[in-house]
């Protein structure tokens, strides 16, 4: 081929890995590059809803019908990374005629539903409040990112694609009116396994490059003097320390802020608003939008006005609408997806921009531009994707026989056994003791030695992997521990450098939600750092006036004997 690579994907969330398992199942030599770790741009900080279309049914019909189509799919191949929640359209008798129109629109698109009175949707979901009229139950689900993420990424390595995170496409290389590749900039975060070539540059020729960077594809594509008019628009949410409810919530309205709840784990997940925003990498994060979603999500779940917010985040939706459109309100945007061909499109050839959509759509996104790439290089196959399944929800049914081989009682083992599908036996079934890190979310040592296996000693990578550190404590407890498992493989200013990456992302979360319990949790994971690390620089600590031993070993008594 002459080139170091048939095809260079450019972007680790969901749309750049997906294309990446689809390519490298068919055959071809495939590298992908992520300047952070996978899921590092919006799909790390999305809602976590498998969508059934129900949302769009009305003003977007074309998104609705690739949905439900992608919903069913997703249930098939990615088992281990959906949880069937059902969700529910509910009117508190303001939705007026908008109810008979989404119902409409559901069956148009093909989306099942059934229609509920306010008794039979508490039925479902008690925690719903007492003025629910009425109901449409439809099949939203529950899906987690990080781990359909990982583990497209891991079945595209399987097929012999490169997986490259960490690396930032600082130029691409044109000549002419042909693009043969980009130069990368390798980073030196904590997960990286390239820590001898940090900050160097290397150039990747391809025959193809697709550009699968999101919210970011108009800066990419402007690295090849062409453009692209994303629509950033960013969106809020927040999540409270216990799954409020089962059920996805969703108002019943045309279209606003705050009116859909996900559960999630052991969480459930509030959101969101639509703002639309210039730069994908600077937004304010406003209180006011954590307000709001408070305010009227709890109108609809009561309990949200006393729930314990553990964390709030934002993410940007890399929103498109072809030029020519120009649809003032951003809420308005459509939600599809588009493929565009620059040599199509701009005379530009070797490379293409997928953009849009949704993370329910991945996949098939994923099998457009696989099929497009494959027509321009002349390579005749057709995707496997929507059959095979993903590493982890093979043998669905094996798995429950499978639990009791590890001596791990439940609830850790049904937490373990979510999060890993069928790859439990190949994880847990280690001969060393295992005992739990992370009690929040129930993570043993066994899953956390696998996550870095395959994610070095990025602890924020380890964490999308396993949930650990994402519960009540958000890390005050189990981060160090997380950080211990690196020892002796890493060194310690590496296994340092990973700890203070991992609690910086955590506080960066926290920090919007310090009220209630949520503020004496941090205040106690700050004493805690402080009084076990010296996280706070006291120079009592320092001068050696602080006595560690009395952490590790309790109060010295008196004559100087153990424990009291
Ligand atoms: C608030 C919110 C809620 C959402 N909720 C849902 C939901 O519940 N269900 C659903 O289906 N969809 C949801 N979405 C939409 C969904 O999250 C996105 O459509 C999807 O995740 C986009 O994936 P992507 O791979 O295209 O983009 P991204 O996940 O952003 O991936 C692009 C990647 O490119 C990388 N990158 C950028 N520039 C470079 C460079 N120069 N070099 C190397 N790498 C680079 C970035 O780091 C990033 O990781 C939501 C979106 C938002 C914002």
Redesign the pocket.
């Known amino acids: 081929m002459g080139r170091d690579t048939e095809v260079l994907v450019?972007?680790?969330?969901?749309?750049?890995c997906g294309v990446a398992r689809d390519l490298a199942r068919r055959g071809l030599a495939v590298t992908l590059?992520?300047?952070?770790n996978l899921?590092?741009?919006?799909?790390?900080?999305?809602?976590?809803?498998?969508?059934s279309g129900g949302r769009y049914a009305v003003a977007d019909r074309t998104s609705a019908r690739e949905c439900i189509a992608e919903n069913r799919i997703l249930r098939e191949i990615a088992g281990h990374c959906v949880e069937e929640t059902g969700g529910l359209f509910v009117d508190r008798g303001d939705a007026g005629g908008y109810f008979e129109e989404k119902l409409a629109g559901c069956r148009d698109a093909g989306i099942p539903t059934t229609v509920l009175s306010g008794r039979e949707a508490r039925e479902r979901e008690p925690a719903l409040a007492a003025d629910v009229e009425r109901a449409i139950a439809v099949p939203d689900a529950a899906?987690d990112?990080f781990r359909l993420c990982v583990a497209n990424a891991r079945d595209a390595t399987a097929h012999g694609a490169r997986i490259e995170t960490w690396?930032?496409?600082?130029d691409v290389l044109r000549e002419g009116e042909e693009v043969i590749g980009v130069e990368?900039r390798h980073e030196s975060g904590p997960g990286s396994r390239v820590h001898g070539r940090s900050g160097s540059l290397e150039r990747i020729t391809a025959e193809y490059v697709v550009n699968?960077?999101?919210?970011?594809a108009g800066?990419?594509a402007a690295m090849a003097d062409l453009e692209v008019g994303v629509r950033p628009?960013?969106?809020?949410?927040a999540i409270t320390n216990v799954r409020e409810v089962d059920t996805v919530v969703n108002a019943c309205r045309p279209k606003g802020d705050a009116d859909i709840l996900?559960p999630h784990e052991t969480t459930a997940i509030l959101?969101?608003t639509d703002v639309e925003v210039d730069d994908p990498d600077d937004y304010p994060e406003e209180g006011w939008e954590i307000d709001l979603l408070i305010e009227e999500l709890s109108k609809l779940v009561p309990a949200l006005a006393d729930a314990r917010i553990i964390r709030s985040f934002?993410?940007?939706?890399?929103l498109y609408e072809p030029p020519g459109r120009g649809t003032e309100d951003p809420t308005d945007v459509t939600r599809q997806f588009f493929l565009l061909d620059h040599a199509d499109r701009d005379g530009v050839d070797g490379m293409a921009t997928i953009?849009g959509?949704?993370?329910?759509?991945?996949r098939l996104m994923a099998e457009r531009i696989a099929d497009h790439v494959c027509a321009e290089l002349g390579v005749d196959t057709s995707a496997s994707t929507a059959e095979e399944p993903l590493p982890g929800s093979e043998e669905p049914a094996a798995l429950e026989a499978e639990m009791d081989r590890f001596g791990l009682r439940s609830p850790v083992a049904r937490r373990s056994r979510q999060r890993l599908g069928s790859r439990s036996r190949e994880v847990l079934d280690v001969d060393d003791p295992n005992p739990v890190v992370c009690e929040c979310e129930a993570v043993t040592r066994a899953e956390l030695r696998d996550a870095i296996e395959d994610a070095g000693s990025d602890l924020n990578a380890v964490r999308i992997r396993t949930r650990a550190s994402m519960g009540n404590c958000q890390g005050g407890f189990c981060a160090r521990g997380m950080a211990a498992e690196l020892h002796p493989r890493y060194d310690e200013p590496t296994v340092r450098a990973a700890l203070d990456e991992l609690l910086e992302e955590r506080w960066r979360g926290q920090r919007h939600a310090l009220w209630g319990m949520g503020l004496s949790q941090a205040a106690l994971n700050y004493a805690l750092g402080a009084a076990t690390m010296n996280r706070d620089g006291d120079p009592a600590a320092a001068d050696g006036s602080i006595e560690f031993d009395d952490f590790d070993a309790g109060q010295r008594r008196p004559d100087g004997g153990g424990r009291q």
């Open positions: 450019i972007g680790g969330g969901s749309t750049g590059v992520e300047r952070g899921t590092h741009g919006t799909t790390g900080r999305m809602h976590g809803l498998l969508h899906i990112p690396t930032e496409v600082v990368v699968a960077t999101g919210p970011w800066q990419l628009s960013k969106g809020a949410m996900v959101g969101t934002w993410g940007v939706r890399p953009v959509g949704k993370l329910t759509t991945y």
